[in-house]
């Protein structure tokens, strides 16, 4: 049994549309469905068991970085049958949206937008660079494009230190693994 349709005054709430909702996004759909807004989620084979919650709607696709028309797809379909509010559940996820924001119909409304703002502080080096820039506090860090740029750093270097790609979803995909901890040289 479905709960009560929620309104915001005369309107019924607008449907959720989550995208690729990694394990915090199961809390955030079962709190939604309870309260009354019809959840959709999108999601890639890594998070398909969000898409069988109970109270949830859900199409399971491939990751949307290195196949993203079906999402696009997806999304256009939703839009046909009312659109909503896209949540992204993930890095990767909030740079499709960013890539694809202007394509998609008018009736899905997202926090991202096709101007890049939110994909340049996802980018670790671009974030720390915009915040020292501004006078807040960053962790140290180096920017290792190649080995001549780390042998360059390595005599200074203490450890443990921590070692994260720029775009950790982007690692993850590419080498399988976004962050790590190294302990010796």
Not at 33 to 59: F, K, Q
Not at 129 to 140: L, W
């Amino acid at each position: 049994m479905s709960p009560p349709q929620r309104t915001n005054g005369d309107s019924p709430l607008p449907r959720a549309i989550i995208l690729q909702p990694n394990d915090g996004c199961l809390t955030v759909a079962r709190a939604l469905h309870r309260n009354g807004v019809d959840v959709h989620v999108l999601t890639s084979p890594e998070y398909s068991y969000v898409a069988a919650s109970r109270g949830v709607d859900g199409v399971v696709l491939p990751e949307p970085l290195r196949d993203p028309e079906p999402w696009y797809e997806a999304l256009c379909d939703l839009a046909a049958t009312g659109g909503g509010v896209v949540l992204s559940g993930s890095d990767s996820a909030s740079e499709w949206l960013t890539q694809h924001r202007a394509a998609l119909p008018g009736n899905l409304r997202s926090f991202e937008a096709d101007d890049r703002v939110h994909a340049e502080l996802m980018d670790k080096l671009a974030l720390y660079r915009i915040a020292s820039g501004i006078g807040i506090r960053v962790p140290e860090f180096h920017h290792i494009r190649d080995r001549s740029d780390l042998l360059a750093v390595l005599p200074e270097l203490r450890f443990p230190r921590v070692l994260k790609a720029r775009m950790g979803h982007v690692a993850k995909l590419t080498v399988g693994f976004g962050t790590v901890l190294v302990s010796t040289r």
